[in-house]
């Protein structure tokens, strides 16, 4: 398999744990944390190296913190294509209630990226040569462009990459704008892009495949949470409930979801086969705690359950 090119222009350091109980005020004394490399795009890169692909992680990085999601990413062997920033690198922080089973999840905004440091990382994808996929994920952090996922997009087809995005709001607007391969928004974030409310399946797939109409989008990919998701291209929706997995954390489903996605159509898969790949991608990764993702093993073993239909 080819090398899939990520790139998290808003990386993190995931540190979770948990408590008794959530209270206001009082010291709440948390059980041993875990740390993990994470923000999107870092996160597909894990699982696609983990289900044995290769990807190359591009990420800004600085500060203490950044040096520290280096050595992690060094530790599981996934490779890193680092742009040094001026910023320190956010923490994003989970907390479980053990009573209620309640996740708790605190997101800072992370450093801001200089114009400088954001052509760095435009650079640093054109430095990559002709990769199959690039896949952009996550959220913009603070000055970087509101158009960024779409100046991406057209570095990645000018490099002759099929671009992917996951993201939100005006970022994915845009870069829909531009024209990419694939998107992949979640029910809620399709639902503010489109300006409705979208309350069944049939109205999703609707929605979604006015996205692969002029160019904007060839696949589009809806995550539903406990509900399932949808795949849909201009021909084609496919659609399936999700796989049934005991939870122990949310964190980093959807990028799991998406990286095995990736994964499956980078080494030649058919596109509804990527997809029960996909949903299993998902499913294993709430088995792990914090967001220590999805084993290989799990997703193997789940991809044989996944019940996908076409509409």
């Known amino acids: 398999m080819s090398n899939i090119v990520t790139i998290t222009l808003n990386p993190a350091l995931d540190v979770s ?25 870092v996160n597909v890169a894990r699982v696609i190296s983990r289900l044995g692909g290769t990807a190359t992680a591009i ?5 203490p913190i950044g040096d520290y ?85 057209a570095r990645a087809r000018a490099c ?12 994915l607007r845009r870069a829909l704008n531009e024209g990419v391969y694939l998107a992949k928004p979640n029910q809620r974030e399709l639902r503010e892009l489109i300006g409705a409310a979208l309350e069944d399946e049939a109205s999703l797939a609707a929605a979604a495949r006015e996205l692969t109409r002029g160019g904007r989008a060839e696949v589009v990919a809806v995550s539903r949470g406990a509900q399932g998701a949808l795949l849909v291209t201009a021909d084609e929706t496919w659609t399936a409930d999700a796989i049934q997995a005991p939870i122990v954390s949310s964190v980093g489903a959807g990028d799991s979801f998406l990286a095995a996605l990736i994964w499956s159509l980078g080494r030649g898969d058919d596109l509804e086969t990527a997809f029960r790949y996909a949903l299993a991608g998902g499913a294993a990764s709430l088995m792990a705690a914090g967001t ?17 239909r076409r509409l």
Request: hydrophobic content about 40%; glycine content about 12%; some cysteine.
């Open 69 to 153: 999601l280096q050595r992690l990413l060094r530790e599981e062997g996934v490779e890193s294509r680092v742009v040094p920033i001026h910023g320190v690198t956010r923490e994003s922080f989970t907390v479980v209630e053990q009573q209620s089973g309640d996740e708790y999840r605190f997101v800072l905004p992370g450093p801001g990226l200089e114009a400088e440091e954001f052509a760095a990382c435009l650079n640093a994808i054109a430095q990559m040569g002709c990769p199959p996929f690039v896949v952009a994920s996550g959220s913009l952090p603070p000055g970087a462009p509101a158009d960024a996922y779409a100046q991406l997009a």
């Open 17 to 41: 744990t948990s408590v008794e109980r959530i209270v206001p005020v009082h010291k709440l004394r948390c059980a041993a944390e875990r740390r993990d490399p994470g923000g999107g795009g």
């Open 59 to 63: 990420y800004p990085a600085g500060g």
């Open 292 to 308: 220590s993702l999805c084993s290989k093993a799990d997703v193997e073993r789940l991809a044989q359950t996944a019940a996908v």
């Open 160 to 171: 002759g990459a099929r671009f992917v995005v996951d993201a939100s709001g005006e970022a």
